[in-house]
């Protein structure tokens, strides 16, 4: 059965022409699900038209199953569970200028970063646009959502045609309204879908998966370093600079004796000179499966003042929702491992 969520309005006043209801009905059904409503609740709409399309379309989205409270700064962690049984995870971070989601775009993870606990089981099945723009809307009951990072479970340019799709659907007039240059966007590096991205007509921030100064060291954590160097990855976000107007974010993981030395800095530097582009530097998150070490503070600092001093804009991450499992995929396996070892409980 098709997500409700999925469908535009111009694609739901073709399914209500076609029932022979008005035009009008297109952006009732619209307004209705982007506030999350199920059919049973449209109010204004027919009842036996409420009943054909809730026999028709899944109009249950996506659930919220379980939250976890961060005690140390609030941040909410979401284990949504989809209609056909699958979970996924989403994180609501809370800052002083309003509320950041961070949502998911796969069920798992292909790219099979060293660092990520959402790709130890692999790609299970890409989302749809609704079932994307669904982790919003659930979210968006307990109050406001002001910018989406697409940086959950997945690559979302791995899942290239739903991704474009949300994002259209993102700032559909009558829906959630949300601006792109309220949307990050986060990838591993596929180049040509990057480049297809800049032309989209989309300018979301593009935040690039860096985590090294070099390819030698980014295809030891990186597998589709294999595939796409770092001078074509460079080269795309140029690009993509260059069409969008939208300065572009490096996510440089700091691990403990591989990429994170003064010297790494420097060569890091280098790379990036002349290009408008933040890097953001980010503590690792401890993934008991992996045998990496995130750096210690100290070293992260000696990092950023090494980049600073070579005139590149930096800063370290805020970390988050440590006591909750923030990191991607952490939640998830936790939960599938305790459901099968005990069924019902976390």
Known sequence: MTNALDLSVAQWEAVLKAAGEPAFRARQVFAWL???????????????????LAAQYDDAGVVIEKRFVSELDGTVKYLYRLCDGNFIEGVRMRYHYGDTLCVSTQVGCRMGCRFCASTLEGL???????????????????????????????????????????????????????????????TCGLVPQLRALAG????????????????????????????????????????????????????????EGLNSAPAHAQELAARLRGMQCHVNLIPLNPVPERQLRGATRRTAEAFLQELTRLHISATIRREMG???????????????????????GL
């Open 124 to 186: 299970a099945r890409n989302l749809t646009a609704g079932e994307i723009l669904g982790q919003l809307v659930a979210a968006q009951a307990e109050g406001k959502i002001n910018n989406i990072v697409l940086m959950g479970s997945g690559e979302p340019l791995d899942n290239y045609d739903n991704t474009v799709r949300f994002l259209h659907l993102l700032r559909e007039k009558g829906g959630v309204e949300m601006s792109m240059r309220s949307v990050s966007l986060s």
């Open 322 to 344: 440590r006591d909750i499992s923030g990191a991607c995929g952490q939640l998830r396996r936790r939960y599938l491992r305790r459901e099968t070892e005990t069924p019902g």
């Open 200 to 255: 989209e007509g989309l300018p979301v921030t593009l935040s690039v998966s860096l985590h090294a100064p070099n390819d030698a060291i980014r295809r030891q954590v990186m597998p589709v370093a294999d595939a796409y160097g770092m001078d074509a990855l460079l080269d795309a976000c140029r690009y993509y600079l260059e069409k969008t107007g939208r300065r572009v974010i490096f996510e440089y993981a700091l691990i």
């Open 34 to 52: 982007h506030k999350g409503a199920r059919f049973s609740q449209m109010a204004n709409l027919p009842k036996a038209l409420r009943e054909r």
